[in-house]
């Protein structure tokens, strides 16, 4: 399952918290608080336990987060880069997957690593006027195989039973 981002509520601006309860607040283990704490996040380190006020936490948190990236069109989001960027030589593979949509696959115009985006089909031709796309057969499912592939190089083996 995938883990969620801490969100901004439980944190109380008028209240202070220890690393523990900081914690607890934001959904995220004690290490990372005290990471923040080495990056910037205020502290009453005067008195111990280490105190961090609410309303410090709750900024700190905001001006951590990064504005939502989205892409164009013609885009396609690069895990490598972190940013939305056109592809190699403005080509794309398309890929069919269902019979509303597909996968495009390109290449990061910067880093050259695979990039994929979901598009709908109703999008193709508008996709097509801008860049040069490659349209794929879907892969074959092994339901839908007239001669799925089966496990042939077992029947030459001795069977042995334990």
Request: glycine share 4%; aromatic share 4%; with cysteine.
């Amino acid at each position: 399952m995938a883990r969620r981002p801490p969100s901004c509520r439980g944190v109380n601006r008028h209240r202070n918290y220890t690393v523990d309860e900081a914690a607890r607040a934001r959904g995220v283990g004690k290490a990372t608080v005290r990471r923040w704490l080495k990056r910037g996040l205020p502290s009453i380190s005067d008195h111990k336990p280490l105190l961090i006020l609410g309303a410090d936490l709750a900024q700190f948190w905001q001006d951590r987060q990064s504005a939502k990236q989205t892409c164009k069109l013609h885009e396609c989001f690069c895990f490598a880069c972190r940013a939305p960027k056109a592809p190699a030589a403005d080509m794309v593979e398309f890929v069919p997957l269902s019979a509303s949509s597909g996968n495009l696959r390109a290449l990061c115009c910067d880093c050259t690593r695979v990039m994929h985006k979901r598009v709908s089909l109703a999008k193709l031709p508008e996709l097509q006027a801008i860049l040069d796309v490659t349209i794929r057969q879907a892969p074959e499912r092994i339901r839908e195989m007239t001669d799925p592939s089966t496990n042939e190089h077992l029947l030459g083996e001795p069977q042995t039973h334990a």
